[in-house]
Nanobody, 123 residues
Framework: QVQLVESGGGSVQAGGSLRLSCAAS????????MGWFRQAPGKEREGVAI????????RTTYSDSVKGRFTISKDKDTLYLQMNSLKPEDTATYYC????????????????WGKGTLVTISS
């Protein structure tokens, strides 16, 4: 079990940058997978970026819509999402998620979730 708390959301103009953080706590074992998902008003939750924390072969995956602009990383107990060249369509609530068995961009495959942080991009 792991507790996740996001921070770093806010309002910026298009073209700007934000860095989201997700502090993980209350866990005994490091999750197998952690990631960022987002949900815009009236839309389904979608995967943004995930990181497979396999000790031998750590891998990252990005959605096509953010590839080249967003970077997921992890340092000790904190997961980050560096977001550059932001667009109005990136406006959404961003959620941090984790799982101990699966690693995919499908939100149904993640067992643990934070409460989200709102990102608003103005044109």
């Amino acid at each position: 079990q792991v507790q996740l708390v996001e921070s770093g959301g806010g309002s910026v103009q298009a073209g700007g940058s934000l860095r989201l953080s997700c502090a993980a706590s209350r866990y005994t074992y490091t999750p197998y997978c952690m990631g960022w998902f987002r949900q815009a008003p009236g839309k389904e939750r979608e995967g943004v970026a995930i990181i497979n924390l396999d000790l031998i072969n750590t891998r990252t995956t990005y959605s096509d819509s953010v590839k080249g602009r967003f970077t997921i990383s992890k340092d000790k107990d904190t997961l980050y999402l560096q977001m550059n060249s932001l667009k109005p369509e990136d406006t959404a609530t961003y959620y941090c998620a984790a799982d101990y068995a699966r690693c995919s961009m499908l939100s149904d495959n993640m067992a643990y979730w934070g409460k989200g942080t709102l990102v608003t991009i103005s044109s």
